[in-house]
């Protein structure tokens, strides 16, 4: 006796945008390999309903200044290449990342202050460094980072680098700069539905295609706020399958940042002995971060540790199929 | 999944006799669909209606209690796929195994480490829910053992796996008047499993077989298990795929959900034990899994191994992914006093959302510094959000400081804004004439190291 079992498939009529990073040498640019992202037209991982071309894909994060605040766990795994960029990018490549995402920090008008001409030649050296694609992003100061990205996108011509991030308040000169020099951005919105679908319609106003265009609505670290981003991302990726064009853009999440600001991540003492061996508790907490903003519909994954790295992919390997 | 109105009416006598306080039997099935009005205020409706409706107003997916009393741990009745379509109910049991072929000395060990085991996070308390003994060893004494010996160190809620129903007598005997889940009840043994679970008057797990990945017809066979074991007497079940890689469980699991919400189908409607340890290549592994699990759609996760670094990450997703998208977690606004603080102490101001105050208060405390905090209400909404949607500004903050009496308890007029929202410092000194605004530290974690500065 067994009953007839008819599992419901959603007919969804829309599809993730396919976007490429990155360019090689026949295609305009220097890299080794590009990297293709979205095309699924279907939940995450759901085989049985739909096709997702592409696996989602783990990005290292490297910045252009020794980064002083970083948890000991990262400065110890990572050791003197936190120094030099160029060596940094060349290391993420090597402990298996698929792309480079490079945050010129010390452009900051509180920090170093340094200038276009520093962060165009600096793009340079991580470009010859590694054959990856690179996201750039700069130092979160509206007018720096017009500066900078700027100069980097002239710099870089051809590379279909990715420039954010374009936020509400300053997204022109960036997509603008993207427009001129064949690059691609990342729009980064708080958490919220409506102001993501909002700064991508701003951002085809002005004429650069959608299919150049990644979206960040926003990472919330596990503890910290994950179930706000992972359900603003279920709802984006459900906008987008039910046909809203103005969502269909591959997510880009900034786990090792958020994760890594969290106190189980970046400190030992004075915490409960429940919270368990440091080191294992923070690889977990960036990866369990990852691995459910996989779940709600994340295309890149930005990391930090360099061990996160392994534990991802076969994450990633696991639920694109048996 | 409720009935409409006119399914109700057509089971229904259709008399329009009134004695039920309606004027007719279509207003009266009206209410009822509404919930306004109770089935027993028909005195001539079938019992074979009655039978029907109650089936109906049942939950997609049944509740299963496992264990009694405080620690008891109940799962399922959950009734969305999504969590933002109105809100997770029932945390997943996190259980770890325990084979009865581990020596007693490391047995007891564990279970001491488990039961010992807990951890505070934003007010709620963390701990393990279960613990799976399996007979591993073959040998049902040493299940009936090893069951007895954990009963009398805990009251954790147990889960017995077993393969025969000999073993799983031998286990149950010991386990008298607990509920434990039964593991598991498969094609070959169901009829013996079903009759334990009936008598033990404990939930059983039912496990399928999966043998092709998209799997429909598996999941009917596993169906017919079901329906067959509920005529047996049994209601309270617990199902298992049979499926352990990362891949085909997010299928079944998210089929599983599926039939049971969208097509109503009652005999796939109760909650999922998994196992991410099984056809795991390491216990990293088993901890992502088991997170893949929490998300979607588990109702009882069982580990194989126990280590706080890698159950406390778990616990905090629980907690997170099955807090109330409409309901954030809140504190009651108003000043509070951390470390004893005197009147020339420093006071902070931040939001009664309540990961923003354990977070704070918790740094306060730990920087010895006698500190007033004052919490604004903030509707739970954090320090960024709240600024964001109007529920933490200039205004509601000098307020509160009027409103909670902060000028009769604090003799000077230096308040200190988060970090992240510095830009109000201007508005609020407007606001409060005669006040000093200053701009703390944008992260909870940097407290300590201001206080040490404030004068």
């Known amino acids: 006796m067994t009953p007839a079992v008819q599992v419901p498939i959603e007919k969804w009529t829309g599809k993730i945008r396919e976007i490429t990073l990155g360019a090689t040498a026949a295609e305009g640019g220097t890299r080794t390999r590009t990297v293709t992202v979205g095309g699924e037209n279907t939940l995450p991982f759901l085989s049985f309903e739909g096709t997702m071309p592409h696996a989602p894909v783990v990005a290292l994060e490297v910045q252009d200044h020794y980064p002083n605040e970083w948890s000991p766990l990262l400065k110890e795994s990572w050791g003197d290449v936190l120094h030099d960029p160029a060596a940094w990018a060349k290391k993420a490549e090597a402990v298996g990342a698929d792309l480079i995402v490079f945050k010129l920090i010390s452009a900051h008008p509180e920090g170093d202050n340094t200038d276009a001409a520093h962060a165009a030649a600096t793009v340079k050296a991580v470009l010859a460094a590694t054959g990856l694609p690179l996201v750039v992003l700069g130092p979160g100061q509206a007018d720096k980072d017009n500066e900078v990205l700027v100069a980097v996108a002239e710099a870089a011509k051809g590379e279909r680098l990715v420039l954010g991030n374009c936020e509400d308040k300053n997204y022109r000169t960036v997509v603008a700069a993207a427009l001129a020099h064949g690059h691609l951005v990342v729009a980064k919105t708080p958490i919220d539905v409506n102001l993501a679908k909002q700064l991508n319609i701003l951002i085809t106003d002005m004429r650069l295609d959608l299919d150049r265009v990644l979206m960040d609505p926003t990472t919330g670290a596990l503890g910290y706020g994950l179930e706000y981003s992972y359900s603003v991302m279920e709802r984006l990726r459900l906008a987008a399958l039910t046909g809203d064009g103005m969502v269909q853009q591959p997510m880009i999440c900034t786990v090792g940042e958020e994760t890594w600001r969290a106190k189980e991540s970046k400190v030992n003492q004075g915490v409960p002995a429940a919270w368990g061996d440091w080191i294992k508790r923070a690889i977990h907490w960036e990866v369990l971060t990852a691995s459910s903003l996989l779940l709600a519909g994340a295309n890149i994954v930005v990391l930090r540790h360099p061990d996160s790295v392994a534990r991802i992919k076969q994450t990633i390997a696991g639920l694109m199929a048996d | ?455």
């Open chain 2, 1 to 455: 999944m409720g009935l409409s109105g006119l399914d109700i009416y057509k089971l229904l006598p259709k008399t329009n006799c009134k004695e039920c306080g309606q004027p007719t039997c279509l207003a009266f099935a009206m209410k009822l669909a509404q919930k306004q009005a109770e089935l027993s205020a028909c005195p001539y409706v079938s019992e074979q209606s009655k039978a029907a409706l109650a089936a109906a107003s049942a939950p997609p997916i049944r509740l299963v209690t496992v264990g009694t009393g405080e620690s008891k741990v109940e799962v399922g009745n959950e009734t969305v796929l999504f969590r933002h379509e109105k809100t997770f109910f029932h945390p997943p049991g996190l259980f770890v195994r325990i084979k009865d072929t581990l020596p007693q000395a490391e047995a007891d060990a564990l279970l001491n480490q488990i039961t010992s085991f807990g951890v505070e996070r934003v007010g709620i308390k963390l701990r393990v829910h279960g613990l799976a003994i399996e007979n591993a060893s073959g040998d049902a004494a040493a299940f009936a053992a090893r069951v007895a010996a954990v009963k009398a160190k805990t009251d954790l809620p147990l889960m017995l796996i077993a393969a025969t129903p000999q073993a799983m007598e031998a286990g149950l005997e010991q386990a008298a008047g607990v509920s434990p889940l039964i593991y598991a009840a498969t094609a070959e043994n169901w009829k013996e499993m079903a009759a334990l679970a009936a008598k033990h008057k404990a939930p059983l797990a039912v496990r399928g077989q999966r043998s092709d990945p998209s799997g429909q017809g598996d999941l009917g066979a596993l169906a017919g298990l079901t329906e067959q074991i509920k005529a047996a007497g049994v209601e309270d079940m617990v199902l298992d795929p049979g499926v352990r890689t990362s891949h085909g469980t997010l299928i079944a699991l998210t089929q599983l959900r599926r039939l049971a919400l969208k097509s109503g189908m009652r005999s796939l409607g109760y909650p999922i034990v998994t196992f991410p340890g099984e056809n795991a290549s390491s216990v990293d592994e088993e901890v992502t899994r088991a997170a893949e699990h929490i998300a979607k759609y588990a109702g009882i996760i069982v580990l194989d191994h126990f280590e706080p670094a890698n159950v406390y990450p778990l616990l905090t997703l629980s907690q997170n992914i099955y807090t109330d998208p409409q309901k954030p977690i809140q504190v009651s606004p108003g000043l509070y006093e951390i470390s004893g603080p005197k009147p020339e102490s420093p006071l902070l101001v931040t939001t009664n959302f309540s990961l923003t105050y354990f977070s704070v208060a918790g740094e306060v405390e730990g920087s010895g510094k006698p500190t007033w905090l004052l919490i604004v209400d903030s509707e739970g909404m954090s320090v960024l959000t709240g600024w964001a949607a109007g529920k933490f500004d200039a205004a509601k903050i000098a307020k509160s400081v009027n409103q909670f009496g902060v000028p009769g308890k604090v003799s000077h007029k230096k308040l200190v804004l988060p970090g992240l929202v510095a830009g109000l410092s201007g508005e609020l000194e407007e606001e409060l004439p005669g006040w000093e605004i200053r701009v703390g530290p944008r992260e909870a974690i940097d407290i300590p190291a201001y206080l040490k500065t404030w004068s």
